[in-house]
Nanobody, 123 residues
Framework: VQLQAFGGGLVQAGGSLRLSCAASKRTFSNNAVAWFRQAPGKEREFVATISWGGSGTYYTNSVKGRFTISRDIAKGTVYLQMNSLKPEDTAAYYC?????????????????WGQGTQVTVSS
């Protein structure tokens, strides 16, 4: 299974970006999907996760109220809408899929990973 994340870019503080994550196969229909991010010199950290049906979402505290994770099951795509971006949101963002319908915020909960897409927020 291959995942592809895209939609990153350079944006000014306060701006918005929408990241997308697509799978090579229609595997998202039964899998929880999450976004993680990794800034230079820091460990990869959890951002948000969504259950297979889309009804269950969970966010890390620093992005609550600013980021929204959603999924289009028919398209096999998961999105991360990022609003009110801050310089501290600058990182490579990775999507990951679990082998189960719901998963937590640990990296070990997810078996499939895509390549990162860079998000840079300028002050």
């Amino acid at each position: 299974v291959q995942l592809q994340a895209f939609g990153g870019g350079l944006v000014q503080a306060g701006g918005s970006l929408r990241l997308s994550c697509a799978a090579s196969k229609r595997t998202f229909s039964n899998n929880a999907v999450a976004w993680f991010r990794q800034a230079p010199g820091k460990e990869r950290e959890f951002v948000a996760t969504i259950s297979w049906g889309g009804s269950g979402t969970y966010y890390t505290n620093s992005v609550k109220g600013r980021f929204t994770i959603s999924r289009d099951i028919a398209k096999g795509t998961v999105y991360l809408q990022m609003n009110s971006l801050k310089p501290e949101d600058t990182a490579a963002y990775y999507c990951a899929a679990a082998r189960k319908a719901a998963a937590g915020h640990g990296k070990n909960d997810y078996s499939y990973w895509g390549q990162g897409t860079q998000v840079t927020v300028s002050s």
